[in-house]
DNA sequence: TGAATTATGTGATGCAAATCACATAATTGA
DNA sequence: TCAATTATGTGATTTGCATCACATAATTCA
């Protein structure tokens, strides 16, 4: 845990990159540098909620405990702010992220952060255009979820992974199949029957956690389809 | 349709309660109200998205047109903005919406709505907080549609009407069976089926659109567990 | 006012996917 | 290094709900 000054830092956020000489500061002095390992909690559902985190490296899976089972509500990728809904939304956070690798986050004192708000219109208004973003984002996938049948939500989100986390056809999938479950909202089983079938079928190949699209084209038909 | 002094309206929202003078007559100039009759489309859909919307009075819903069939996103009540994320988050509408009852809202141009944002921190900053907690109820929203069983779908949402809605456990539906099956995800003939069983159970009252709660524990324990 | 359209109710049937039940592989940790 | 735990694969069974098929009620509008 380390508190070095953000008017140095390379990887500031889009917002952070409006702010001027003393609003940097007022941010390096409010805010902690802290790295995670996979399968370590970035903040706690019904905990209070007393910091916005961005995300320099890695990537989180954000969890909301539902009334029957926990679901995955989506994965977040550096660089963006996370909680920033949770935070300024309530005063208890309505989900929990964990890290699903070597993660670094800068954590910024809520107070600091509303501060920020209010003396940056530019820092705001990026602020505003990414929450929207997510919105839009949030949307479809719920609308997804519900519509699809499982091929359907599987593939959209192996796109998702391939096109947007991965820029690649070939990765490792960052969850195990019981993640993969509570992501696509399905069971373990049925999850690894459908790679199964998808693997046979000659559209992916999986290795255990390994994953190549072979048939993009067909996996994108299924995506919008299925 | 008519262009009235905002700094006389009385039914202002909490953001443009912090407006000054000359803020209020900028919105002034670059606001019209617009009065709509139920069924009437608000906004469309994949069409260009040039206007923020105050929704002075009524109901409203959103809805998407998903890959199988159209959803409704939500249902909104004044006073509140609509179409926040979907003109600041894009180009286009991501999503159309509906009013349910005469309606009355204030069409803000974007190009004034994002100079206020950066006029005013306070502005700026009640918007934000809107943003955020619909994002937290709309998570809510997709866990409850995903993981619950269609009766507890239904009662969620009657629940929510006569709590959030109407403040009363008796009331007319703003929406046709087929449209409640938009909301809750299912077909007319489940709606119907439910309904109906619902009202033969005792727990509420059914006589075409009106509706009164009768057992609203036993609603409540529906909503949560089933 | 009466025909056409649209909304609603209800039974019968089929199917996607959950659940159960178990085997096997991989990982962890003493 | 080996037992204990956890992750994964796969068949059999069950079930919630969509879909189909139709009847009837309520609206719309010429």
Redesign the interface.
Known sequence: MENRSCSACLIKSKAAESLIDNELELLGQNCVEVAFERGETLFKQDALSSNIIYLQKGLVKII?Q????K?I?RLKKAPCYLG???????KIN??SAVALEPTTVCFIDLGAF?SL??????F??E???E??????E???????????QIF?RLAVNLLYMANTIYHSGEFDLPLSRNELADLI?TSRETVSRMLSELDQDGIIEVNGKHIRLIDTKKLEEIS??G
Chains 1, 2 share one sequence.
């Not at 539902?66 to 089972?69: A, D, E, N, S």
């Not at 920033?84 to 309530?90: E, L, R």
């Not at 949307?139 to 519509?147: A, D, E, I, M, P």
């Open positions: 909301m539902g009334p029957q089972r679901q509500l920033v809904p949770t935070t300024m939304g309530d309505h989900y509303k708000l209010r003396l940056n219109t530019e705001s208004y602020i505003i255009v929450l929207c973003k997510n919105e839009l949030q949307f479809h996938r719920c609308v997804t979820l519900v519509q699809n359907g909202c919008k389809n």
